[in-house]
């Protein structure tokens, strides 16, 4: 039997009450899923609630879905881990934060670095950030989560280093050992990935100044999209629920 599709839409669930799906959802579901009335979905709102609704009307102006029921979501880490991420360029950056999502990522803040070749600013940087936070969403569709995780404006690396406050905080670091071997499972964590040419030195010394230990991913350099799907991955088996 076929699931029913989750779709991400913004809004106050009631049992018997109709949700009209906006714009971008409505096409998904009337003319790229080919939904007809009676058809079943999984509605959440982004921020932890689920329902389970039935579509009442699917035309290619309107589409209308009654709630059947809801609950509390599944699918979110013990573990709430802040990402901070290094601008790359292209896809990318999509596919760091979608995978970031799947492996249950809390937040997400895209970070201006020295080695880094991407600069964004007014409107450029307001549509990447609606773009990335979109890719968010979609991944939550996708993994069945209910949350979908905060993508941060963009911020120099050193303004968001001064605002960590986790318990753990990790930078990468090739050539240092792990550090998670030797720590209490903490409740949030802060996770540093650097850009593809690396992070500076005085970047890495800032890091570390800030409360952050290094960690090594082994004595292969990985892509810098690749590195917070395999740190992330060693996070929530070490701590969270994988």
Do not use: N
Not at 32 to 57: H, K, N, T, Y
């Amino acid at each position: 039997m076929r699931k029913a599709p989750r779709i991400h839409v913004a809004a106050d669930y009631e049992v018997g009450g109709d949700v009209v799906l906006p714009e971008g959802p409505a096409r998904h579901v009337a003319r790229v899923l080919r939904l007809g009335e009676g058809s079943p979905l999984i509605l959440f709102d982004g921020a932890g609630r689920e329902a389970r609704a039935v579509l009442v009307e699917a035309s290619r102006k309107r589409v209308v879905a009654r709630v059947e029921a809801v609950e509390a979501g599944q699918g979110e880490s013990p573990v709430a881990v802040h990402l901070g991420q290094a601008i790359a360029k292209g896809d990318r950056m999509d596919y760091a934060i979608q995978k970031a999502v799947e492996l249950g990522v809390a937040a997400i803040t895209p970070l201006y670095t020295e080695h880094g070749d991407v600069r964004l600013k007014g409107e450029r940087e307001a549509k990447k950030l609606a773009h990335w936070q979109a890719v968010a969403a979609s991944a939550c569709e996708q993994c069945g989560r209910a949350v979908v995780p905060r993508v941060h404006p963009p911020r120099p690396l050193g303004e968001w280093l001064a605002a960590r406050d986790e318990a753990l905080r990790l930078v990468l670091h090739p050539a240092t050992g792990g550090a998670l071997e030797r720590v209490p499972a903490p409740a949030t964590a802060a996770l540093l990935i650097g850009p593809e040419g690396g992070l500076a030195e005085p970047e890495v010394e800032t890091a570390l100044a800030a409360g952050f230990s290094p960690l090594s991913l082994g004595p292969r350099i990985l892509r810098t999209e690749t590195a917070p799907v395999v740190a992330l991955a060693l996070l929530q088996h070490r701590f969270g629920d994988l």
